[in-house]
């Protein structure tokens, strides 16, 4: 998606600051370690869910013969896998959070602001336009 039709503002001494967004990156959170420390919760016998089936004692054969809608539902899983593995093989790139209010923070926030609010500049259009130039 163009990412140009948006914008970032910045109130300063009651002036709005605006900056347009240059880029867009999508972050997935990794809850992998929820799965791991589930695990080891039921490996110790911490964690009782009362959905979980309870183990059967006794294994038998069983045929299984597929509708339409198990196919269906089985080429779904199949993508989901392919999803997931494909997520898994993207490389893992190291972030840093940096709290609004952390000197990190304050610089970026900066950046956002102009400097020389007194320099006139060329503009070929109406406040009203401009925005409506982002949408």
Known sequence: EDSRKYAVGVFKDNKLHLTQVKGVITMRPNLGYLDKSDKRAKIEGRLTDPDDPEPEPKLE???????KGEAEKQRKEKSYQSIKSKEQEEPWINLRFN??????????????????MDKKLQVDTQPKQYLNKLK
């Open 99 to 116: 709290q609004m209010k952390s000197a990190r923070g304050q610089d970026e926030r900066q950046n956002l602001i102009c400097d020389d």
């Open 61 to 67: 054969a069983v045929t299984v013969k597929f509708s």
